[in-house]
T-cell receptor, first 115, second 115 residues
Framework: GAVVSQHPSRVICKSGTSVKIECRSL??????MFWYRQFPKQSLMLMAT?????????EQGVEKDKFLINHASLTLSTLTVTSAHPEDSSFYIC???????????FGQGTRLTVV | AQKVTQAQTEISVVEKEDVTLDCVYE???????LFWYKQPPSGELVFLIR??????QNEISGRYSWNFQKSTSSFNFTITASQVVDSAVYFC????????????FGTGTSLTVIP
């Protein structure tokens, strides 16, 4: 079964509204989680690193005020897309590393459509 | 610079043919991990294999096999006797120990198996 659960799997929202995506590690603690974005027919690109108990680290070109990340506990990270616009429509996926041997688990992904 | 290069953007093969997906990576770390993922149209990433930098043994799993060569920084993936269900986008990825299990994905290879 899935060890990282991401919710919702699909969301359609109106332009200007905010959308929250949850990423939860089910049977292990994750002090760090990663958020990736994938535009159609493109690769997955790291958006930000979520750190439990501290601020997230954003990649260059990613607006931190638009993509709010909260890592409130050792098993939950949330990504909120604020004031969403059609260009934010994309596939968002989180991952949580486990251990020190390169093991990481991905959520199921969230397909966001902003209309 | 691109850390993971998948030169083949799209490949089409006829069912039962063998197909090799190429992956070349770049890293200065001595400890790193290489992965292959399958992404069907649903978007979810399906884990196929993880290899660490100290293990160059080739691996075979059913119709899948992987050839890891540090000398050429390559980690190629071969599907033998391809089937229609193999049609998907395949991603090669690199994780560096010093980067905390952040993944660097290649651009993906879209494989179409024609019946």
């Amino acid at each position: 079964g899935a060890v990282v659960s991401q919710h919702p799997s699909r969301v359609i929202c109106k332009s200007g509204t905010s959308v929250k995506i949850e990423c939860r590690s089910l049977d292990f603690q994750a002090t760090t989680m990663f958020w990736y974005r994938q535009f159609p027919k493109q690769s997955l690109m790291l958006m930000a690193t979520s750190n439990e108990g501290s601020k997230a680290t954003y990649e260059q070109g990613v607006e931190k005020d638009k993509f709010l990340i909260n890592h409130a506990s050792l098993t939950l990270s949330t990504l909120t897309v604020t004031s969403a616009h059609p260009e934010d429509s994309s596939f968002y996926i989180c991952s949580a590393p486990r251990g020190t041997r390169g093991e990481a688990f991905f959520g199921q992904g969230t397909r966001l459509t902003v209309v | 610079a691109q850390k993971v290069t998948q030169a083949q953007t799209e490949i089409s093969v006829v069912e039962k043919e063998d197909v090799t997906l190429d992956c070349v990576y770049e890293t200065r770390d001595t400890t790193y991990y290489l992965f292959w993922y399958k992404q069907p149209p649903s978007g979810e990433l399906v884990f196929l294999i993880r290899r660490n930098s100290f293990d160059e043994q080739n691996e075979i799993s059913g119709r899948y096999s992987w050839n890891f060569q540090k000398s050429t920084s390559s980690f190629n993936f071969t599907i033998t006797a391809s089937q229609v269900v193999d049609s998907a986008v395949y991603f090669c990825a690199l994780s560096e120990a010093r980067a905390g299990n952040q993944f660097y994905f290649g651009t993906g290879t879209s494989l179409t198996v024609i019946p």
